[in-house]
Every structure is written in structure tokens, then in C-alpha cells.
């Protein structure tokens, strides 16, 4: 059973451009998580998301960010017109069950880069 | 929201002896608190939880405890190893799912 995967896992933009991270959940796990961890930080929640629904955005950013988890296919945390400011690793988790009945597993995490 | 607060920001032990981390949360709804290790340039792995209806949890050279009056829950590593050494994050989630993570321990472990 592969565990959660990232992609990619570097990912350098220039100022203005946008990035876009993917996060594959493990086999059977419904319930994505995504975080941002800034350098020698501890993680911030961002986003909880299930199939199709966003069911907490309250660390997200209300501009330029956006977090989807279609119904095929893996969740995306998208960031339009990057600064400087969004460098940093960005980890998804994901877990089976949710209110906090199970365990979160977390990706290797995409280190985003903003020149 | 919830406030994870950990205690200390780093700390230096001899191989073979205890370490202790600290943290203590702000919503009392909170009922789950996991512990993470998280090495150099890698991913944040559990290594232990507890959850609010039991106090003390062990598992080999690491137990948590937790005290739900005082809203405070701490990670006991004994006998530390060298592999020990690494970042530890302890968390809190309640009814919400997500978790708030504490600022994170830089423990290392001298030979």
C-alpha cells in the first residue's frame, strides 16, 4: 500500500507566476489535509478537504490560494501569482476516517521556492 | 481556535538519558493529541497518540501522558539513542479534524 504522495517535490516559480501541488492520498483514505511549514516552523493547517467538498478552509489564505479534491484524481493546493512570502514546504496528509478518529499520514512534501 | 504552546525549542541530551517535551493547549474540546517526529528534509511521522478518556500511554522507549484538567500533554523519550535526534511536533485536534501543531523541539542526542 503506497503511502501518500507529492508532487512534484521541488518546485521553483518566479514572483507572479503560479504553482500548483498535488497530493495523492493512500488507498482508501477519503479526508486530504494540507499544511505549510515555513523554515525551522512548526506546520499551519491550511485546508480539509473530502471528496468534492472543502470542509475547512480556515488556514487558507482568502486570495490567490485554492484547494480541490475531485472526484478522480489527486487533490490540488493551487497558488496564483506567488511572492516571495509563499516559500516554503507544503505537506498534504491524509486519513481514512475523519473527526479525528484516525490517524494522518503525511506526504514527503512539496518545497516550493518563490525567486 | 486552538493554541498548541511546546516547550522547550530545543534540547541537548546524553545518549541514554531521558528527554522531555512539553506542551499545553487552550480548547478544551480538544481530545486528540498526537506526537510527531519529523527528521531533516523529511516528512512528519507519528510516533505516538492519546486521547482524552485515557491519561498515560506507552509504547517501548516512549510514553505520553496527559493531563486534561491542566489542558497539558507531554512526550517521554527513554533511553535516548542517537536516531533519536530530530524535530518533535506534539498536536491537538477536537471535533473540527484539524490538527494545530505546537512550534516543534529540536532534541539531539550527544554520543
Known amino acids: 500500500n503506497a503511502g501518500v504522495m507529492q508532487n512534484p517535490r521541488h518546485l521553483v516559480r518566479r514572483r507572479g507566476q503560479e504553482a500548483r501541488l498535488r497530493c495523492s492520498p493512500m488507498?482508501?483514505?477519503?479526508?486530504v489535509y494540507w499544511y505549510r511549514q515555513l523554515p525551522e516552523e512548526g506546520l499551519k493547517f491550511m485546508v480539509y478537504?473530502?471528496?468534492?467538498?472543502?470542509?475547512?478552509e480556515s488556514g487558507m489564505p482568502k486570495e490567490r490560494f485554492s484547494a480541490e479534491f475531485p472526484k478522480e484524481g489527486p487533490s490540488i493546493l493551487r497558488i496564483q501569482q506567488v511572492v516571495r512570502g509563499d516559500s516554503a514546504a507544503y505537506f498534504c496528509?491524509?486519513?481514512?476516517?475523519?473527526?479525528?478518529?484516525?490517524?494522518?499520514?503525511f506526504g514527503p512534501g512539496t518545497r516550493l521556492t518563490v525567486l | 481556535g486552538e493554541n498548541v504552546e511546546q516547550h522547550p525549542s530545543t534540547l541537548s541530551v546524553q545518549e541514554g538519558d531521558s528527554a522531555v517535551i512539553k506542551c499545553t493547549y487552550s480548547d478544551s474540546a480538544s481530545n486528540y493529541f498526537p506526537w510527531y517526529k519529523q527528521e531533516l528534509g523529511k516528512r512528519p511521522q507519528l510516533i505516538i497518540d492519546?486521547?482524552?478518556?485515557?491519561g498515560e500511554k506507552k509504547d517501548q522507549r516512549i510514553a505520553v501522558t496527559l493531563n486534561k484538567t491542566a489542558k497539558h500533554f507531554s512526550l517521554h523519550i527513554t533511553e535516548t539513542q542517537p536516531e533519536d535526534s530530530a524535530v518533535y511536533f506534539c498536536?491537538?485536534?477536537?471535533?473540527?479534524?484539524?490538527?494545530?501543531f505546537g512550534a516543534g523541539t529540536t532534541v539531539t542526542v550527544r554520543a
Open positions: 492519546i486521547r482524552s478518556n485515557v
Open positions: 488507498k482508501g483514505h477519503s479526508h
Open positions: 496528509a491524509s486519513s481514512r476516517l475523519g473527526q479525528g478518529r484516525d490517524e494522518q499520514f
Open positions: 498536536a491537538a485536534s477536537g471535533a473540527g479534524d484539524k490538527l494545530s
Open positions: 478537504l473530502q471528496k468534492e467538498n472543502i470542509i475547512d
